[in-house]
């Protein structure tokens, strides 16, 4: 079997070579710690999501959460690192818990309720160490889950029969880094009171300037696309 590092290698070796092509190739892993070439600046992204996120560079799946989407309390932090060249157009998939598409959890329990978002992330620049990039109300995204559409049918006994929700597909081409995206809203920044964020966040050091966000409903939006474009210091 090829050791990582030249499998990495050989990965980015394929990538610069054709670059106006994507692979679906993963670039990194959560334990990767393969050094950059001389052209390529290697950075480290660390990420808290309730409850989920995958993470693309361009086109280019870099990583997806270690903890499926299926979990219903899938509280983590992620640590990896990537290769790219400035500007970094990344686009997040982020997703909270939804047992269906009536929006809830513990359906049938007696918590049955709407469960809530939350994400924060920063890129640091791995040699350096200095942060290139945070979460915050620059960040554009767009909802394309939203369930329930009134929040009154939280406690129904029937909730599929009440709970409506509307959904769309991802838009085509939303990760080219040429997509316009001033249709899609402004990342709303919360507090870590309106988050209540749990297992992983506190194992990361969040520089002064990262901040919780999410869509303008926590509770209700449910799968967000979310894109920031990083340009050179
Ligand atoms: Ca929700
Ligand atoms: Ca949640």
């Known amino acids: 079997m090829m050791p990582i590092r030249a499998a990495l290698t050989a ?19 959560a334990s990767s710690t393969a050094s950059s070439t001389a ?7 660390e990420v808290w999501a309730d409850n989920w996120f995958a993470m693309y560079l361009g086109d280019t799946l870099v990583l997806e959460d270690s903890v499926p989407i299926t979990t219903e309390r ?45 994400f924060i992330a920063q890129v640091t620049n791995t040699k350096t160490g ?14 394309i889950h939203e369930a329930p559409l009134d929040k009154s ?11 409506e929700f509307s959904s769309s597909e991802e838009p085509p081409g939303w990760t ?26 506190d194992q990361i050091t969040w520089d002064d300037s990262a901040r919780l966000i999410w869509t303008s409903d926590l509770e209700t939006h449910n799968t967000l696309l979310c894109k920031v474009t990083i340009e050179a210091p």
């Open 11 to 29: 990965i980015f070796a394929l990538i610069a070579g054709c670059s106006s092509s994507t692979t679906d190739a993963p670039v990194s892993t």
């Open 39 to 45: 052209a390529r600046g290697e950075f480290t992204v």
């Open 153 to 163: 049918c939280e406690k129904d006994p029937n909730p599929s029969e009440t709970c």
């Open 176 to 201: 080219s880094a040429d997509f316009d995206t001033s249709e899609w809203s402004r990342a709303t920044e919360y507090s870590e009171d309106e988050v209540r964020p749990k297992d992983g966040y």
């Open 74 to 118: 899938s509280f983590n932090s992620e640590t990896f690192s990537f290769d790219g060249s400035y500007p970094l157009h990344l686009n997040f998939v982020i997703k909270d818990y939804k047992q269906n598409d009536t929006g809830l959890e513990y359906i049938g329990q007696p918590k049955q309720q709407m469960g809530d978002g939350g």
């Open 130 to 143: 200095s942060v290139v990039a945070v979460t915050d109300r620059s960040w554009r995204c767009l909802v």
